[in-house]
C-alpha cells in the first residue's frame, strides 16, 4: 500500500529526512513480499480505516525510536561497567588469577604480574606452579586438590619467586568457578604477606626477649590483666609472696588470703590497690608500701608498689605491670636512720669548717655552728635568707646562675682547693679570704646545693709572707749567679793577660786550660741567671753552648776539624750540670790540642743519650747508682774524635794527663766510671778515641728546651 503524498507525520517523510527506509517501511515491504503483492490500492479502502492506519504507523515509529535510545543508554552503561571491572579488576591491590584445571594460567590481572615477574601476556598458559618455591608446592597442590573436591573456598600460605629474584609469602584465597558448558576455572586472589610475616616474627622475638627480660630484673614483676587477674610473673616475684607461678596465676592483687595492711596496720581497701587504681584512673602509681601476709611462712613482707598500665591506642587499659621490692629491712632501717641522722646532726654542729646548705632557690636550710662563729651570726638570724648576704656586693652579680649551672654539670662534688680563693663577708661587713668547696644532692626533684668554707686569712697572710720572702732570695740568687758569673770572667780575663805576658809555652798552655775551665763554670752561672730557674739547667743546651765556645775558642786557626753535636733534652741540677760541663771542656780540648796535629782534618763528636739500665749498670760499675727509672735515668756522655788517637804506651787511669786526671775525677763525682775506647782501622794505625761516662742524672720534672 501506498501512503497518499503530502499527509503529515508519513513515514515517508522521515524515511526522506533519514535518507534511507524506517523500520517500518522495511517491514511492510518485507510483508508485502512474502504475501506476494506489490502494491496495494488505497482508494479501495474507507477514508477511516486509512486515518487510523497512519495513526497506528505513527504510533510504532515513537516506540521504535524509544527502543533504539533506550540501547543506546543500555550500551553506554555497558561500557562504564566494563570500566570499572578494569578499576577493580586489573587495578586492584592483589593480584587475580584464573587457573584451569591443569594449573596453566589463563587470566591475570596487573598486580599479579607485578607480583610473579613476567608480564600479563608472558604469564598466560604458564603453569602457576612454576613460581612457587619447591618446598612449598605440596600446600599448592593440596589446596588446589581439596578445591576441586568439595568446591568450597581454600586458602593457605606459601611462597613465591619473585620477578627481581627476592622470595616473598603470599597467601592465596582460591574459589572454584563453575560452568556447565565449560571446564571448572579456580579463580585465586594472591595476595602478599611478607611484612606480616616479618611483623609477627618480630612480635613473637620481642615477646620472648619481654619475658626474659621480666625474669632476669631483680625486682618482682607481675603483670595482670584489665580485670587485675594475674598472668605472669617473674621468679623474683613468686620467691617474695613465697608461692608458685600456679598458685598465682589467676589471682587478684586484693586476694584476701593475703589480707594486705597499710604501714601503720589498718587494712588496705581493695579499691586502693595500685594495680586496681591503675585501671580505674589509667595511669601509674608509683611507691606505696603494702604489707602482704605470707601464708606459708605465716609472717609479713613489705613491699614497695608501683604499678603502670599499658593502654591501647584508643586510651584503654589492657594490662596492668606490676613491680615491687622488699623494703622489710627499711622498716627496721626507720630507727636506725634516726639515729644517724642524730649523729650526723652531731658531726656537723662539731665540724671546725663552716658547712651551709642552700635550696635550689639559694635560700639557706642548714648553717652549723662553725659557720656561726665564722661570719659572727645565730643560725636562727640566717635561716630561711639568701646566702648571697655573705657575698660581697661586687661578686654577687651572676653568683645564683654560676651556682645552678655547676648543678647542671653533673658534677656532684669538687675538692677543697679548685674553686681557688673566694671573698666572704661576716655579719659585721668585714671581708675575709675562704676556701670552699661545694657539692649538689636531689632531695624530692629539688636540688640543694652545700658548700664546706674555711677561713683562710692566716694561710693567706703566710703565704703572702712567703711568697715575698721567695722573691728576695730569687732576686738574692739572681744576683750571686751574676756576680760568680762576674767574678769568674774577670778570673779569665787575668789568666788570658797573664798567658800573653808569659813566653813560656807550657805556662800559657796551662794558663789556657785554667781559663777553659773558668769559662763553663762561668757559662753555667749565666745560663741559671738568664733562664731564671735557678733550680735547674737543661743539660743538652748547656754542653751545647759549651762545647761551641770551647770549639771556637781552640780552633780558629784550624778550620779543618767539624764539631757535631748529638745532644738529647733532660733537665739536671747544678751539682751535676756543673761536673759535665769541666769534663766536656777537658775532652774537648784533649781532642783538639792532640788528635789533630799538623793541621789534620777531621771530626769531634759529642754525644748525649738515655742509655738501659742493664748497660749503666754494667758502665758505671759498683760506682753506679741503684736508683730504679722513678729515681734516675741512666745516661752517656762521650766525647770522640777521629785523630790520630793515643800513643801506644798509654794506660788507662794511670794518671798521665792532668786533664785526663781531672776528667776521671768529675766522672766518680757523677758516680759513673771512664771508659776508653780506640778506634782501630783496617791499616791497624790508630784512627781516634772515645771517652764516654755513663751515670745516673736525677731528672727533673720541668719542661724540655729546645737545644
Known amino acids: 500500500m501506498k501512503p497518499q503524498a503530502g499527509a503529515p507525520g508519513e513515514q515517508g517523510e522521515q524515511g526522506e529526512r533519514a535518507g534511507f527506509p524506517t523500520l517500518l517501511e522495511q517491514a511492510e515491504a518485507a510483508c508485502w513480499l512474502e504475501s506476494g503483492e506489490r502494491e496495494l490500492d488505497a482508494s479501495l479502502l474507507p477514508p477511516a480505516l486509512l486515518k487510523q492506519k497512519l495513526h497506528e504507523l505513527r504510533v510504532h515509529q515513537i516506540e521504535l525510536e524509544m527502543q533504539n535510545e533506550e540501547l543506546r543508554r543500555t550500551q553506554r552503561e555497558l561500557e562504564a561497567s566494563r570500566a570499572r571491572y ?35 601476556v608472558e604469564l598466560l598458559k604458564q603453569r602457576i606452579s612454576r613460581f612457587i618455591l619447591r618446598e612449598d608446592q605440596d600446600s599448592y597442590y593440596l589446596l588446589r586438590k581439596k578445591l576441586l573436591k568439595t568446591g568450597e573456598k581454600q586458602s593457605c600460605e606459601l611462597r613465591i619467586l619473585k620477578g627481581d629474584g627476592s622470595v616473598a609469602w603470599v597467601q592465596i584465597d582460591a574459589t572454584l568457578a563453575i560452568d556447565e558448558q565449560a571446564p571448572a576455572v579456580l579463580q585465586m586472589v594472591l595476595t602478599e604477606v611478607t611484612k606480616a610475616r616479618q611483623l609477627e616474627a618480630s612480635r613473637l622475638q620481642i615477646e620472648g626477649r619481654y619475658r626474659s627480660l621480666i625474669a632476669e630484673l631483680q625486682v618482682g614483676v607481675v603483670i595482670s590483666s584489665a580485670n587485675s587477674e594475674i598472668v605472669l610473673s617473674n621468679q623474683v616475684a613468686r620467691d617474695l609472696l613465697d608461692l608458685s607461678d600456679d598458685q598465682l596465676l589467676g589471682r587478684s592483687s586484693y586476694d584476701r588470703r593475703w589480707n594486705v595492711t597499710y604501714e601503720d596496720g589498718s587494712d588496705f581497701p581493695p579499691a586502693q590497690h595500685p594495680a586496681v587504681l591503675a585501671v580505674t584512673n589509667a595511669a601509674p602509681v608509683h611507691n606505696v608500701v603494702m604489707g602482704v601476709f605470707r601464708p606459708s611462712l605465716q609472717d609479713r613482707v613489705w613491699l614497695l608498689v608501683t604499678a603502670n598500665p599499658q593502654l591501647s591506642p584508643e586510651g584503654r587499659v589492657q594490662q596492668v605491670v606490676t613491680t615491687f621490692v ?376 720541668l719542661p724540655p728546651a729546645e737545644l
Request: proline share 2%; hydrophobic share 40%.
Open 86 to 120: 578494569f578499576d577493580l579488576y586489573d587495578l586492584a591491590p592483589v593480584g587475580y588469577c584464573s587457573i584451569s584445571e591443569d594449573g596453566l594460567i589463563l587470566q591475570a590481572n596487573l598486580s599479579a604480574s607485578l607480583l610473579l615477574g613476567p608480564t600479563r
Open 326 to 701: 622488699d623494703v622489710s629491712e627499711r622498716r627496721k632501717a626507720q630507727r636506725v636512720g634516726v639515729e644517724s641522722r642524730q649523729q650526723l646532726h652531731g658531726l656537723v654542729e662539731s665540724a671546725m669548717d663552716a658547712i651551709i646548705t642552700v635550696d635550689d632557690s639559694l635560700r639557706i636550710v642548714l648553717f652549723n655552728s662553725a659557720a656561726c662563729v665564722m661570719f659572727g651570726v645565730a643560725a636562727e638570724q640566717v635561716l630561711g635568707t639568701d646566702v648571697e648576704r655573705f657575698l660581697p656586693a661586687r661578686f654577687r652579680q651572676g653568683h645564683s646562675q654560676q651556682v645552678r649551672s655547676f648543678g647542671e654539670q653533673g658534677r656532684t662534688a669538687r675538692s677543697m682547693g679548685k674553686l681557688g680563693y673566694v671573698m666572704a663577708l661576716r655579719a659585721n661587713g668585714e671581708e675575709f679570704p675562704a676556701e670552699a668547696s661545694i657539692s649538689h644532692v636531689e632531695i624530692e626533684g629539688k636540688k640543694h646545693y652545700t658548700a664546706i668554707m674555711r677561713d683562710i686569712t692566716a694561710r693567706k697572710q703566710a703565704q703572702e709572707a712567703l711568697e715575698s720572702s721567695l722573691l728576695e732570695k730569687e732576686a738574692l740568687l739572681k744576683e750571686v749567679h751574676h756576680r760568680v758569673k762576674n767574678n769568674l770572667q774577670v778570673i779569665s780575663s787575668l789568666l788570658r793577660l797573664e798567658a800573653g805576658r808569659s813566653a813560656q809555652p807550657d805556662t800559657k798552655s796551662v794558663l789556657g786550660d785554667m781559663q777553659g775551665r773558668i769559662r763553663s763554670m762561668a757559662l753555667l752561672h749565666e745560663m741559671l741567671y738568664r733562664s731564671g730557674n735557678f733550680a735547674a739547667v737543661d743539660l743538652g743546651v748547656f754542653i751545647k753552648q759549651l762545647a761551641s765556645q770551647v770549639f771556637r775558642m781552640q780552633t780558629s786557626q784550624q778550620g779543618s776539624v767539624r764539631l757535631l753535636l748529638e745532644l738529647d733534652s733532660v733537665r739536671v741540677g747544678m751539682d751535676q750540670a756543673a761536673p759535665c760541663g769541666l769534663l766536656v771542656n777537658e775532652l774537648i780540648s784533649n781532642s783538639l790540642k792532640h788528635g789533630f796535629p799538623d793541621g789534620r782534618s777531621g771530626v769531634v763528636r759529642v754525644a748525649l743519650r738515655a742509655v738501659g739500665d742493664g748497660e749503666a749498670a754494667v758502665a758505671a760499675g759498683s760506682g753506679a747508682s741503684s736508683g730504679s727509672g722513678a729515681e734516675g735515668c741512666a745516661w752517656r756522655l762521650s766525647v770522640s774524635d777521629d785523630g790520630v788517637g793515643l800513643p801506644d804506651d798509654f794506660v788507662p787511669n794511670s794518671g798521665q794527663s792532668l786533664g785526663l786526671l781531672l776528667v776521671e775525677d768529675l766522672a766518680r763525682q757523677l758516680h759513673g766510671r771512664l771508659e776508653t775506647e780506640r778506634h782501630i782501622s783496617n791499616s791497624n794505625s790508630n784512627s781516634g778515641v772515645t771517652f764516654s761516662v755513663t751515670f745516673k742524672l736525677d731528672a727533673l720534672d
